[in-house]
Structure formats: C-alpha cells, structure tokens
C-alpha cells in the first residue's frame, strides 16, 4: 500500500504529528499541513527552534510540548532522523516521514515514508498532490517555508524542491517574499516602532523577574515581543489594537516558565477578559485576538502575573 493511502486512513481518527526536538520549519511546516489534511495535534518533545516562532503564530497553531503520545490512536513522526531527536517523546508505534541522509528512526517505525531529498515539507506535498488535497494559504505557507529554510532560502536543494515550492506559489497565491518576510523584520518604519514600544514599555518587577508590558502603533507586536524580550525581559508583552480588535503576544523566558510552571498559550486563556478570544502558541510564546479593551487586558495579565510569580 502506498504510504498516502496510509494517511488517508488516519483521516478523522486521533492523531499525533510529532517533530523532532527543537522544531525547525521544515519539521513544523510538514507536521502542520498533515495535521491539517489528517486533522490532528502538532506535538514536540521538549521546544520548538526559536525561527519558527513566526511561521507558528500565522498558522496559528498551537504546538503541544511533550504531548502523552500513548493517548493518540496513531502518532506520525515527521523530519526526525534518529530516536534521540523525539527524546522521552519516542512512541512505541510511529509512521514517519523524513528526508534525512541517514535515518535510524525507520527501523523503529510501522512504515512510512523515506526519501533522501532537500526537505519533509516536499515529501509532505508529494503525498498530499498524491491524494489530490487542494492546498490552502496556511498549507502552503507551512510547506514553502519549510522548502525555503531546509534549502537554506535555495543555496542548495534538489530539482524537486524547487519544483514543488513554484507549484506551491501558484495553487495558494503566496509570494517568495511573503515566505521570506517571516524570517526577517527589515521596514525602517517597523524598526522605528519597535524603538517606540520599548521607550513607553512599562516595566514590573514580580518575583525578582522583569516583566516589560507595552503597544505599539505598527501591526507587528510578534516582532517587538521578541526585540524587548532580547532587550532583557522575563516575559515582555505587546499589544496592538487595530479598530476594535486587539492583538497581543507574549515571550516566556525558558527558566521562569520551567520555575513556575507556566505555558504561555494557557496564561493568556485564562486571564480574565481574555476567555472571549483565540489564543494560541505553546509554552514559550502566544499570541492573543479578539475584540476588547487593550489597556484593561494588559492590567489583567500583569496582574495575573502578579498571582502566579508571588506564589
Ligand atoms: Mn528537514
């Protein structure tokens, strides 16, 4: 049987799509556009690589850290070459897809799909023209980006990788740039903002932890979540109201999360006010919508700070 058909079995049952540890693109690209043709959860074993946090928040995707892969009926490994890479995530029963020069992991799996090419992501797109899935934006976005970076932005890569991200770009509408752009912030008007943000923030020290809180005037709160989490945040939180929407995102330093406890995505949903939106992302980072107050939010996530840093 060919592995498509495999996926197409899991289709409506309870899957996990498992990357390897610290998830790169092509790992999160692969792994979400079969969750989202499968319709399963998107799991890690421990965290996601820092460059990807950008892809993950426009998918919006909630990526689960360390998930119980015994609760999931199927688990399909993606862009893994050996064991150690799913650490203490390593299920007793896997597919896998992967493109990796050598791969121990196969051994190991029920079946799957193995092919020494540039990146899983294209290995995703072949089982998925296979199956004839029309690609949506999200898709195609998660596929391209994960061509573009396991080809190190076409430096290397074979004719298939090339081949597959034009037809990618063609069925869903997206640019090269609107890949590229969630690797780089370059706009000198954005970069002004950023500045601006960071001379209004506000800083609360709870816990002996620094936590920076402040909005900025350009749709980029992703970007200066993270310029003042550089700057030396704990946690540093951005808001960004545009009509009567508010967006916010917030980074979690790795220690303080671990010391506490806390997972990012779960802070926001439940902070008071904050139940009415979508949050989504994973232990370290979120990212929050929905219509209300931005400056009443703000106090409220301070506040629920002050709750959880204190005790
Ligand atoms: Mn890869």
């Known amino acids: 049987m060919k592995f498509s058909e495999t996926i197409a079995k899991l289709k409506g049952e309870r899957t996990l799509l498992l990357c390897h540890d610290q998830a790169d693109s092509d790992a999160i690209g692969a792994a979400y556009a079969l969750a989202r043709y499968i319709g399963g959860d998107v799991g890690v074993p421990q965290a996601v690589a820092t460059h990807t946090y950008r892809l993950i928040e426009e998918l919006e995707l909630s990526v689960i850290i360390a ?99 034009g037809e990618i770009l063609d069925a869903t509408g997206l640019t090269y740039e609107a890949i590229q752009r969630l690797y780089m912030t370059d706009e000198r008007r954005d970069r002004g903002a950023i500045c601006q943000a960071a001379i209004n923030a506000e800083q609360h020290e709870i816990g002996g932890y620094h936590v920076l809180v402040a909005t900025i005037c350009e749709n980029i709160p992703t970007f200066a979540a993270r310029a003042l989490f550089d700057l030396g945040a704990d946690v540093s939180v951005v808001g960004y109201t545009r009509g009567e929407e508010v967006e916010i995102r917030m980074y979690i330093r790795q220690e303080l999360a671990a010391n506490h406890k806390l997972d990012a995505a779960d802070v926001f949903r439940n902070v008071p006010g904050m139940e009415k939106g979508t949050a989504w992302g994973y232990s370290l980072f979120a990212g929050y919508r929905a219509k209300g107050d931005l400056k009443t939010l703000l106090a409220n996530i301070v506040q629920s700070f002050q709750e959880r840093l204190r005790s």
């Open 67 to 165: 998930p119980d892969t015994a609760s999931y009926q199927h688990v399909v490994v993606v862009d893994a070459a050996s064991p150690v890479q799913l650490r203490e995530s390593l299920p007793t029963k896997f597919w896998f897809v992967d493109h990796h020069p050598e791969n121990d992991l196969q051994k190991l799996a029920l079946g799957g799909l193995y092919d020494p090419v540039s990146s899983t992501c294209q290995l995703v797109y072949r089982l998925l023209k296979e199956l004839g899935v029309k690609l949506d934006r999200k898709t195609g976005l998660a596929l391209a980006a994960g061509i573009m970076t396991d080809t190190i932005n076409f430096h290397k890569g074979d004719a298939e990788a090339f081949r597959s991200f």
